[in-house]
């Protein structure tokens, strides 16, 4: 038995998210099958985070165990070969140590949250990021972001369906940087709550719009109250960007 970790990119839309899913089609579920039509033992392709339906992912780690050993770039060429029909690539696939788990051993996490402000629809990036209409002043959602750095109980940035044993999490750092008609929010951790990204986001865009203050956010968060938080963010937008191991 020879474990193997992938780093695989998707498209999220159409998709119920990351997890296996009864009656709707997963990102797991589809490399679970496409594997299996060339390694039968395969029953489960374990992912470093479990995507919402719609998220989408440039660096999603992922392991698998399978019976035969497989040079990496083989294996990477034979999961890509049963995808086709999919908006999902291995773009790389390596042998590890047999006690590598993508979601235990990941020592942090970095989310980018896409935000494109302007009055026009989105032809290109529909689907794959967030058209605000109304101007945004990125530099109070980066001064406001600031407070939600370090250890904190995220209680109102968490889903009601989270299943985490704790709220309290440490945030690394949140960057809001604008380009143009494009604002992106990038946040680093080793572990997030159920929507935490978007919930946080969803309530940054309340201070770009001027309708919260840098104050107001924090009391948000000081509050750990899920009915103080802002609008929560849609999907579109997210993008699990890289895992980060020892």
């Not at 033992?41 to 998220?55: F, L, P, S």
């Not at 402000?117 to 689907?127: C, D, Q, T």
């Not at 109980?153 to 945030?171: K, V």
Request: hydrophobic share 40%; charged share 25%.
């Amino acid at each position: 038995m020879a474990r193997y970790r992938l780093t695989i990119e998707y498209d999220g839309a159409g998709y119920s998210g990351w997890q296996r899913q009864e009656n709707a089609r997963s990102i797991q579920q589809a490399l679970e099958q496409a594997i299996a039509v060339f390694a039968p033992e395969v029953r489960h392709v374990a992912g470093a985070g479990r995507t919402d339906a719609g998220v989408h992912a440039r660096g999603q780690v992922a392991h698998v165990d399978l019976d035969r050993d497989w040079p990496g770039w083989r294996l990477r060429e034979a999961i890509n070969a049963h995808l086709t029909r999919d908006r999902i690539s291995v773009i790389e696939a390596a042998a590890v140590a047999a006690d590598f788990d993508a979601r235990r051993s990941a020592t942090a996490r970095h989310y980018r949250y896409v935000v494109i402000n302007r009055r026009a629809p989105l032809v290109f990036e529909r689907g794959r990021a967030w058209r605000v209409k109304q101007p945004l002043d990125a530099t109070a959602m980066q001064g406001a972001a600031q407070g939600l750095v370090g250890r904190h109980d995220f209680s109102t940035f968490r889903d009601a369906q989270c299943q985490a044993n704790s709220p309290l999490r440490t945030l690394d750092y949140i960057r809001v940087e604008r380009d143009g008609e494009t604002i992106r929010f990038d946040v680093g951790a080793r572990s997030f709550l159920h929507r935490q990204v978007r919930s946080m986001v969803g309530s940054l865009v309340e201070v770009g719009l001027a309708k919260w203050s840098a104050a107001d956010l924090r009391a948000a968060l000081d509050a750990a109250d899920r009915s103080r938080c802002g609008p929560v963010a849609p999907p579109d937008g997210l993008y699990l960007d890289r895992v980060e191991y020892p």
